[in-house]
């Protein structure tokens, strides 16, 4: 679980444990028994931890947070072992330092990085608080204001940005072998006092101004990460770094982690992270097919058909994803024009954000390619069709998508509940047809429901499913019926505040509720966010509306 080595008076202790390394309770132990080694042994002079395979370290083993935390080591006894140890010991990072990874960096005396390497300390999208250490050494090495975005909010962050702040003591290049780099840097360092290299033992630099700090955080959290316990039990954590000592720090951090692990949040959003991971390992049930025997079709060309609410968000996420080339296809000049704009807006937005370079943003602006008819759709390799929910009109544009496209195209609809069957039926070819289901606004919402009609073929589900995960989206493939998974759920959620209206309560009233318990948006605010069009369509498609009654009639009556 750690491998131990020396190499010219440098022990390295490379931490063994596919694919991402955690630190189970194994892997601690292996770190400590190589420490021991590496302490007694007098050719030793300094030491190196690093990672083998992919990654430095990704954290605590998340599936051994129930059970095997008593097992000593725990991780917040074994970084102060490593940073009392007598012999300097270097962090050499590529890869992910995550959570207890880093954890295990800040209690080493040196960190050197390789500049494609990624920090951060995301425990709070666990639920919980970076539980060794963290809350108490960061604030010691980057300050009170800068470990609270970190802590707080959990967002990774480049080796280069780390070293800016005092992280990262040396970045090597992205092609640099880290261990032949970080050993060399550690015979370097042999020798040198280590009174400064002891990250707990140095002061909070702005501890002075940590009220006002706080204040300030406690609003962005508010508003950010409304209703999240983890975010705020953060704060206060940090806040003990800049009042406390070290070791009283420590205690509070304990009951921080203590409240937090094993509360409904904390279990939601760790189930959460799991089943993020388990949908991308889908199958065809009863066949034996599935993400591991199937290839993709390969994908350079999109198209895009309307630019409506759905489609801009779609092509934007075609484009954040590097796909150099989207066509998009919108009949009506205004919404074409519209459509245009908004997602040249974004782009621009993107990059005044510096979530995208310049250079970047324009090779985005590029790759947009309107057309006006389906002969230039002809070399597409998939086409994604957002218009109207209407059946006539989608089954008029698959036909015609039909005769055009190369054989190998695969055909996807937007649909949100129409028969994607039948949608295929009216092509030559309704192997190639298959639904992806995007959510408002495309561009933001990570979820992707891929549909498999009864005829879509293995490669082209694997198609649908592979660009879902270029686009960064958590891409499920679920079942062909009417509104799929995501709007079925959803239908009972809208029928239940639909009956509050009735009852007299007002939209505004039901969405101040909703968000107050945590929804980023009300159902009455997600209604005109996706068009309320939307939703009658599909309702009047299945007589829902029922016309023996009245219109207005309530919903419970219909
Ligand atoms: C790092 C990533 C960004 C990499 O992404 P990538 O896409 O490359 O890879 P995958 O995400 O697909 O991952 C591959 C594979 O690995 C699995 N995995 C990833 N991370 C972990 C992990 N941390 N643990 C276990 N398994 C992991 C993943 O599931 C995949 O598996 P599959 O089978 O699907 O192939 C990305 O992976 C990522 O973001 N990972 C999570 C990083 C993270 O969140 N790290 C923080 C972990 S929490 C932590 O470190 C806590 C520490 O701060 C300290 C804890 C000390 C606590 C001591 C306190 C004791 C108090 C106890 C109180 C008890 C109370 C009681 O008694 O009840
Ligand atoms: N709005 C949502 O929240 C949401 C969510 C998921 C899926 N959907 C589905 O996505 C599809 C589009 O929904 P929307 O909300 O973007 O609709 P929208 O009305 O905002 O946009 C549809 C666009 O398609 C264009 N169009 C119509 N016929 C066309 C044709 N033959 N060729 C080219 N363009 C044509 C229209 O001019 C319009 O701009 C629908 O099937 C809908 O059910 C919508």
Same mark, same amino acid.
């Given at each position: 679980m750690a491998n131990y080595s020396v190499r010219n008076q440098v022990?390295?202790?490379?931490?063994?444990?596919?694919?991402?390394?955690?630190?189970?309770?194994?892997?601690?132990?292996?770190?400590?028994?190589?420490?021991?080694?590496?302490?007694?042994?007098?050719?030793?002079?300094?030491?190196?931890?690093?990672?083998?395979?992919?990654?430095?370290?990704?954290?605590?083993?998340?599936?051994?947070?129930?059970?095997?935390?008593?097992?000593?080591?725990?991780?917040?006894?074994?970084?102060?072992?490593?940073?009392?140890?007598?012999?300097?010991?270097?962090?050499?990072?590529?890869?992910?330092?995550?959570?207890?990874?880093?954890?295990?960096?800040?209690?080493?005396?040196?960190?050197?990085?390789?500049?494609?390497?990624?920090?951060?300390?995301?425990?709070?999208?666990?639920?919980?608080?970076?539980?060794?250490?963290?809350?108490?050494?960061?604030?010691?090495?980057?300050?009170?204001?800068?470990?609270?975005?970190?802590?707080?909010?959990?967002?990774?962050?480049?080796?280069?940005?780390?070293?800016?702040?005092?992280?990262?003591?040396?970045?090597?290049?992205?092609?640099?072998?880290?261990?032949?780099?970080?050993?060399?840097?550690?015979?370097?360092?042999?020798?040198?006092?280590?009174?400064?290299?002891?990250?707990?033992?140095?002061?909070?630099?702005?501890?002075?101004?940590?009220?006002?700090?706080?204040?300030?955080?406690?609003?962005?959290?508010?508003?950010?990460?409304?209703?999240?316990?983890?975010?705020?039990?953060?704060?206060?954590?940090?806040?003990?770094?800049?009042?406390?000592?070290?070791? !009283?720090?420590? @205690?509070?951090?304990?009951?921080? #982690? =203590? %409240?937090?692990?094993? *509360?409904?949040?904390? $279990?939601?959003? +760790?189930?959460?992270?799991?089943?993020?991971?388990?949908?991308?390992?889908?199958?065809?049930?009863?066949?034996?097919?599935?993400?591991?025997?199937?290839?993709?079709?390969?994908?350079?060309?999109?198209?895009?058909?309307?630019?409506?609410?759905?489609?801009?968000?779609?092509?934007?996420?075609?484009?954040?994803?590097?796909?150099?080339?989207?066509?998009?296809?919108?009949?009506?000049?205004?919404?074409?024009?519209?459509?245009?704009?908004?997602?040249?807006?974004?782009?621009?937005?993107?990059?005044?954000?510096?979530?995208?370079?310049?250079?970047?943003?324009?090779?985005?602006?590029?790759?947009?390619?309107?057309?006006?008819?389906? !002969?230039?759709? @002809?070399?597409?390799?998939?086409? #994604? =069709? %957002?218009?109207?929910? *209407?059946?006539?009109? $989608?089954?008029? +544009?698959?036909?015609?998508?039909?005769?055009?496209?190369?054989?190998?195209?695969?055909?996807?609809?937007?649909?949100?509940?129409?028969?994607?069957?039948?949608?295929?039926?009216?092509?030559?070819?309704?192997?190639?047809?298959?639904?992806m289901h995007f959510f408002a606004p495309a561009h933001v919402m990570?979820?992707?429901?891929?549909?498999?009609?009864?005829?879509?073929?293995?490669?082209?589900?694997?198609?649908?499913?592979?660009?879902?995960?270029?686009?960064?989206?958590?891409?499920?493939?679920?079942?062909?019926?009417?509104?799929?998974?995501?709007?079925?759920?959803?239908?009972?959620?809208?029928?239940?505040?639909?009956?509050?209206? !009735?009852?007299?309560?007002?939209?505004?009233?039901?969405?101040?509720?909703?968000?107050?318990?945590?929804?980023?948006?009300?159902?009455?605010?997600?209604?005109?966010?996706?068009?309320?069009?939307?939703?009658?369509?599909?309702?009047?498609?299945?007589?829902?509306?029922?016309?023996?009654?009245?219109?207005?009639?309530?919903?419970?009556?219909?």
């Open positions: 022990a390295i202790i490379s931490l063994c444990s596919p694919p991402v390394n955690a630190l189970s309770s194994d892997v601690r132990r292996g770190i400590l028994d190589s420490l021991k080694k590496a302490e007694q042994d007098v050719k030793v002079a300094a030491i190196v931890i690093c990672g083998e395979g992919r990654t430095f370290c990704v954290g605590a083993d998340i599936t051994e947070f129930k059970s095997e935390f008593k097992t000593f080591p725990n991780l917040f006894e074994l970084v102060d072992i490593l940073e009392s140890s007598p012999k300097p010991i270097v962090a050499a990072i590529h890869g992910h330092a995550f959570g207890g990874g880093l954890e295990v960096a800040l209690a080493c005396h040196y960190r050197v990085a390789l500049s494609s390497a990624k920090l951060a300390l995301p425990e709070v999208k666990l639920g919980i608080l970076p539980g060794a250490g963290g809350t108490q050494r960061l604030p010691r090495l980057i300050g009170i204001d800068s470990s609270m975005q970190w802590i707080a909010f959990g967002d990774e962050y480049s080796a280069q940005i780390a070293a800016n702040i005092g992280i990262i003591d040396r970045i090597f290049p992205s092609n640099a072998d880290i261990l032949e780099s970080a050993v060399q840097y550690a015979q370097s360092i042999i020798g040198k006092s280590l009174i400064n290299r002891r990250v707990s033992k140095l002061p909070v630099k702005d501890a002075s101004k940590v009220s006002h700090i706080m204040e300030k955080y406690k609003q962005i959290v508010g508003k950010k990460s409304r209703g999240a316990i983890a975010p705020m039990v953060c704060l206060e954590a940090i806040k003990h770094a800049a009042l406390l000592p070290y070791v !009283e720090g420590m @205690k509070k951090e304990r009951m921080g #982690i =203590e %409240a937090l692990m094993g *509360s409904d949040q904390s $279990k939601s959003l +760790i189930y959460m992270f799991f089943a993020e991971r388990q949908v991308r390992n889908w199958t065809i049930p009863g066949t034996g097919i599935n993400s591991k025997n199937t290839k993709p079709i390969k994908v350079e060309k999109v198209a895009v058909i309307g630019l409506g609410t759905m489609g801009r968000g779609i092509v934007l996420s075609l484009l954040k994803a590097g796909i150099k080339h989207v066509s998009v296809m919108e009949l009506n000049k205004t919404a074409r024009e519209n459509g245009l704009l908004f997602i040249k807006n974004i782009l621009e937005g993107y990059a005044a954000r510096g979530t995208i370079s310049e250079t970047q943003k324009r090779s985005m602006v590029d790759a947009l390619k309107p057309v006006s008819n389906f !002969e230039m759709l @002809k070399d597409t390799d998939l086409v #994604i =069709e %957002a218009v109207f929910e *209407s059946m006539s009109i $989608k089954k008029d +544009i698959f036909a015609k998508l039909g005769q055009v496209c190369k054989p190998s195209a695969v055909l996807a609809t937007n649909t949100s509940a129409l028969d994607v069957d039948e949608i295929a039926m009216v092509t030559p070819k309704p192997k190639q047809v298959v639904g990570k979820l992707l429901e891929n549909v498999r009609g009864s005829k879509s073929s293995p490669q082209v589900i694997a198609t649908a499913m592979n660009m879902g995960q270029r686009m960064g989206k958590v891409t499920v493939l679920v079942g062909n019926c009417h509104g799929f998974v995501g709007n079925r759920m959803f239908r009972h959620y809208t029928v239940e505040t639909d009956f509050m209206l !009735e009852e007299g309560a007002y939209p505004e009233q039901v969405d101040t509720v909703l968000k107050k318990f945590g929804f980023a948006m009300g159902r009455y605010q997600v209604g005109d966010l996706s068009g309320n069009d939307i939703g009658y369509r599909m309702r009047t498609k299945f007589e829902m509306t029922n016309k023996q009654q009245p219109p207005g009639a309530p919903e419970r009556e219909r």
